[in-house]
């Protein structure tokens, strides 16, 4: 937790930890404190906020509070002095939801440093709070939702050091304090909590006079990240109640491996089945040997029932039990039962599963009701005891995933979107807004995407996820606000009004209006998303001469942007993140987007490309001709070889060193020029990877551009030899500025595709990574006209 300065210069650091701390334990200073268990107030949820014991001193690693010239304030601990959380009751600031109020008292201990060094003392401060809860599933083994902190407050008047000390945070103050809680019902009957909230609050003080604090006072409204708690990190399932006898079992949930189940059999002629996942046959077993002090039997099922093996006296000697995995024919969920001696499952027609022996022998269905299906239990026993069954190469039967915490979706605008001033959806631009007596503008103005950093990659939008996603299990859905927190758009081309022309800007004012996603869970890496965004825009008019300032045009309309069908998403990261993205959350993805006037556009992943190269083809001073200016950067390029920086532009065949082909390619080019460019009319090899750096092909980009400078250019996806690359290559013209102005084209492995590319654009190639460590190939031919469309 960082600390800030204050109005006054004297700096507080995170005293709201003071009051939280009671609550819980807190991740505090990077000191992680252990998971909370709470006892269960009722069979159905835990309270809030999660308790700490009374009376019982807690330390903490001394942490600044207060600073100030020359001393500083640290808080090492506090003493819960009492606590009284009251009841459950519906309401808050969630539909459906409900709200705990909670009050109490805490001592907190103080010393000081630099001039305060040996000033150190004990301070009671009460408190009072309050806590929405969304939705949550009361009775669940485990109960994620979100929270919100709506009001938290502590204050002292009379003090030898402060005549103020007050404390708020929460909604209730006008500081939102959104955060997340998992409750998980452990087999002890309490409760593990794991908790977060993104609190702000506002702290005031004054120093008393005569106080070690005397005549400094100070505000400041700040945020703080406080954790409560851990996830459940357990690798042994303790039995939930009672095990059912029968399909499907008690279903084990949890992360990573499972290495034991513990229980017991309560009743009477008790069995318990279970359903876990078997990672790797041949690593697989399953032992009560050192687990039970009683006879037992261990069976393994098909989630249909049917009998896979089946133990009663451990191989190896002993009355306990032992299978393995000889037995399971692939890995997946099977059910796992165990049982006192001779109680043994039956098939419908109530014949035995299983023989009653060899005893001593792991052995698959052999009896007369063989394979199954278990549809019952035979005789009985008298055994009340409990057990601990070993796993080895099985894991949960049902894996909870913990929550993705909000963040960042990085995008590139792949197809221009087209935004209709006098339209359905914007009014036009109106009359005297460019100057006094200028026209009204009605029409479509197209706008490209550019780069928001061109030195990391070509992302011109950023969407923020505002809330975390709970999809605990495969199947999991969950909806989110999103937020549009940035967006560089730029007009392809400028518009005309009375004879001027004008650039146009696009850009979105925070706040912007929450839109949402919904997110599908289908595997554990991943699944599917649709999202509808909402955009206020606004836009910024300049004169392409420069003469005068801009003028703003905020119409404001909210347009609301929403895809035809859902698009994928995975947990991994790509092999090229966009920094800043994710985490545990990364399109994967084109997504298309339409309004209900009609505007369209597609998005695509973001990835980090690094800064573009610009090396036209033996273009060295890059204005788009190969004449003598080029020979003498052409020679000392040559020459010097690859440390030369304009040397990829005199590589011709890529092979990264000066060769004779380069030289010769070189003079066919030059003498032959303007009528047979770029090397003599032949493919030249453009040096990619699978990285997605773009490699700007063209030179000199003008506005207007000069006449007969259209140039026609075959990209082709394969070197100058022919051999296809192994990556997707892909090619876009963009306009002076830098923004897209039409929608990037694909080139299939070995095919090429024509670009037209007047003077005023420049063109851009580069290749998407489909696989690791596969080799790229790109090679670009000017031709006098682009041949008619395939």
Excluded at 106 to 130: D, K
Excluded at 346 to 365: G, K, M, Q, T, Y
Aim: contains cysteine; proline residues 12%.
């Amino acid at each position: 937790m960082s600390a800030y300065r204050s109005r006054t210069g004297t700096r507080f650091h995170t005293v709201v930890v003071w009051i939280l701390a009671p609550l819980s334990f807190v991740t505090l200073s990077g000191c992680s404190q252990p998971v909370i268990e709470i006892p269960s107030p009722s069979a159905d949820t835990a309270d809030q906020p999660p308790g700490t014991v009374v009376g019982v001193p807690v330390p903490l690693p001394p942490t600044v509070v207060l600073d100030g010239p020359g001393w500083e304030i640290l808080i090492d601990g506090f003493t819960l002095l009492n606590i009284i959380r009251h009841p459950i009751l519906p309401g808050g600031v969630y539909p459906g939801g409900d709200r705990q109020a909670f009050d109490g008292q805490v001592q907190v201990h103080l010393i000081g440093t630099g001039t305060l060094a040996g000033w150190q003392r004990h301070i009671v401060l009460p408190f009072s709070g309050m806590i929405d809860s969304d939705i949550r599933p009361y009775g669940a083994q485990i109960q994620s939702f979100s929270v919100e902190l709506f009001g938290l407050e502590s204050q002292i008047n009379i003090d030898v050091d402060f005549d103020l000390l007050r404390i708020q945070a929460g909604a209730v103050w006008g500081f939102p304090s959104p955060g997340h809680t998992t409750l998980t019902r452990l087999g002890s009957g309490n409760w593990n909590v794991d908790s977060f909230f993104d609190i702000t609050y506002q702290i005031d003080y004054v120093g008393a006079p005569g106080g070690v604090l005397a005549g400094q006072n100070g505000s400041q409204v700040r945020q703080a990240h406080v954790q409560i708690g851990q996830p459940v990190a357990s690798d042994v399932w303790q039995e939930q109640g009672d095990a059912p006898p029968l399909p499907p079992g008690q279903e084990t949930s949890g992360g990573g491996p499972l290495n034991s189940i513990s229980g017991a059999l309560s009743l009477v002629s008790d069995v318990d089945l279970y359903c876990i996942y078997i990672n790797d046959p041949l690593q697989f077993q399953a032992t009560t040997v050192g687990g039970a002090s009683f006879n037992t039997q261990l069976f393994l099922f098909d989630l249909g029932g049917m009998g896979v093996s089946h133990n009663d006296d451990n191989p190896g000697g002993g009355l306990q039990s032992t299978i393995t995995g000889q037995w399971v024919p692939v890995a997946g969920p099977y059910l796992l039962a165990v049982s006192a001696v001779n109680r043994d499952p039956v098939n419908p027609l109530f014949l035995p599963i299983w023989n009653n022996s060899p005893l001593a022998v792991e052995r698959p269905p052999d009896g007369p009701g063989a394979p199954g299906p278990l549809v019952d239990w035979q005789f009985s026993t008298a055994v009340i005891a409990p057990y601990t069954i070993m796993l080895s190469g099985c894991s949960f039967c049902s894996t909870i995933l913990p929550p993705v915490p909000p963040g960042n979706d990085y995008w590139v605008i792949d197809e221009p979107p087209g935004f209709h001033f006098g339209g359905p959806e914007y009014p036009p631009i109106p009359a005297d807004f460019f100057a006094p007596g200028s026209q009204p503008f009605s029409g479509i103005v197209y706008f490209g995407g550019q780069p928001l950093d061109e030195n990391i990659g070509d992302a011109d939008t950023i969407v923020r996820r505002l809330e975390p996603l709970d999809l605990p299990a495969i199947g999991s859905t969950d909806t989110v606000p999103i937020e549009i927190i940035a967006l560089n758009l730029l007009s392809v081309d400028p518009i005309v009004v009375d004879g001027v022309e004008w650039k146009v800007e696009l850009g979105v004012p925070p706040p912007q209006p929450n839109g949402n996603m919904t997110v599908q869970r289908a595997t554990p890496n991943g699944g599917s998303f649709e999202s509808t965004i909402l955009v206020r825009p606004m836009f910024i008019f300049t004169r392409v001469d420069g003469v005068g300032g801009p003028r703003i045009f905020d119409p404001g309309v909210v347009i609301q942007l929403a895809p035809p069908a859902p698009a994928n998403w995975s947990s991994v990261p790509p092999p090229q993140p966009y920094p800043g993205a994710g985490p545990g959350f990364f399109p994967t993805d084109l997504v298309e987007l339409s309004s209900v006037g009609g505007m369209h556009t597609t998005l695509e992943p973001g990835v980090e490309t690094g800064p573009p190269t610009m090396c036209p083809p033996l273009d060295l001073n890059l204005d788009n001709e190969h004449d003598g200016l080029d020979l003498n950067p052409l020679v000392e390029a040559i020459l010097t070889g690859p440390s030369h920086p304009a040397f990829c532009a005199v590589d011709a065949n890529a092979n990264h060193v000066s060769d004779v082909e380069d030289i010769a390619l070189a003079v066919m080019a030059l003498l032959s020029w303007p009528s047979a460019p770029i090397a003599a009319g032949d493919w030249v090899n453009v040096d990619a990877d699978c990285d997605f750096k773009h490699h700007q092909v063209t030179g000199e980009c003008r506005a207007p551009p000069r006449a007969n400078k259209t140039r026609h250019i075959l990209v082709q996806a394969a070197d100058k030899d022919g051999t296809p690359s192994n990556c997707p290559v892909k090619f876009r013209l963009y306009n002076c500025d830098g923004a897209g102005v039409d929608k990037a084209q694909d080139v299939e492995a070995g095919d090429n595709e024509c670009a037209t590319v007047p003077e005023h654009r420049t063109l851009k190639v580069w290749c998407k990574r489909d696989a690791d460590n596969v080799p790229c190939r790109i090679s670009v031919k000017d031709v006098g006209s682009c041949p008619p469309s395939k």
